[in-house]
């Protein structure tokens, strides 16, 4: 397999290996939006949970859309990710039309007087973080696939599909990968 750590960078996909058995990543699906020489952050896109954004974040009781589990890291930290960096101040695009962060306050705003639709925004607690070449040290062990990223991948609901689908992508070899189970040595 080709050097997949020299294609990582902020707006592809990080795809946990099948190898990866660490249940906080074992087949993960996960967004970068920061990658450089002191570290890396992404967010779990196939991690739903249990309760919805308007159950769990102050400003923003009228959206019934699912919170997500971003990562490991600060579980009490709020994120969120929308394709209106447009209208939100302080938001750093990671692919065309895809956006990290922003004012928040601006964002409950937003949504409150129909300007965004909540639909637009997914948001997460906590995130993915690794500190300078420990997400390289991770791939070198074979923990980890690219893939190319999409509007439609990070705003996709079919969370039990996102993994061997986005494996799949990749083509080859990765398409026998997408099809192994879960636990082979169950077989």
Same mark, same amino acid.
């Given at each position: 397999?080709?050097?997949?750590?020299?294609?990582?960078?902020?707006?592809?996909?990080?795809?946990?290996?099948?190898?990866?058995?660490?249940?906080?990543?074992?087949?993960?699906?996960?967004?970068?939006?920061?990658?450089?020489?002191?570290?890396?952050?992404?967010?779990?896109?196939?991690?739903?949970?249990?309760?919805?954004?308007?159950?769990?974040?102050? %400003?923003?009781? /009228?959206?019934?859309?699912? +919170?997500?589990?971003? =990562?490991?890291? &600060?579980?009490?930290? *709020?994120? @969120?990710?929308?394709?209106?960096?447009?209208?939100?101040?302080?938001?750093?695009?990671?692919?065309?039309?895809?956006?990290?962060? %922003?004012?928040? /306050?601006?964002?409950?705003? +937003?949504?409150?007087? =129909?300007?965004? &639709?909540?639909?637009? *925004?997914? @948001?997460?607690?906590?995130?993915?973080?690794?500190?300078?070449?420990?997400?390289?040290?991770?791939?070198?062990?074979?923990?980890?696939?690219?893939?190319?990223?999409?509007?439609?991948?990070?705003?996709?609901?079919?969370?039990?599909?996102?993994?061997?689908?986005?494996?799949?992508?990749?083509?080859?070899?990765?398409?026998?990968?997408?099809?192994?189970?879960?636990?082979?040595?169950?077989?």
């Amino acid at each position: 397999m080709v050097n997949e750590f020299e294609k990582l960078e902020a707006g592809k996909l990080l795809l946990a290996s099948a190898n990866l058995l660490e249940s906080n990543f074992k087949r993960t699906v996960l967004i970068m939006c920061e990658h450089n020489e002191k570290g890396s952050l992404g967010f779990i896109l196939n991690r739903p949970m249990e309760f919805k954004v308007c159950e769990a974040i102050a %400003g923003f009781e /009228d959206i019934d859309e699912v +919170l997500h589990m971003g =990562g490991p890291v &600060q579980v009490d930290s *709020v994120h @969120f990710l929308h394709t209106r960096g447009d209208v939100i101040d302080g938001s750093f695009e990671i692919l065309p039309g895809l956006f990290w962060g %922003g004012d928040k /306050d601006q964002l409950s705003f +937003l949504i409150n007087t =129909g300007v965004i &639709q909540s639909s637009d *925004v997914r @948001f997460f607690l906590g995130y993915a973080g690794w500190t300078a070449g420990q997400l390289e040290t991770e791939f070198e062990e074979g923990a980890w696939y690219t893939a190319e990223a999409t509007k439609e991948i990070v705003f996709s609901d079919a969370y039990e599909r996102m993994w061997s689908r986005s494996v799949r992508s990749k083509g080859g070899e990765y398409q026998i990968v997408a099809n192994s189970p879960e636990l082979p040595g169950l077989n």
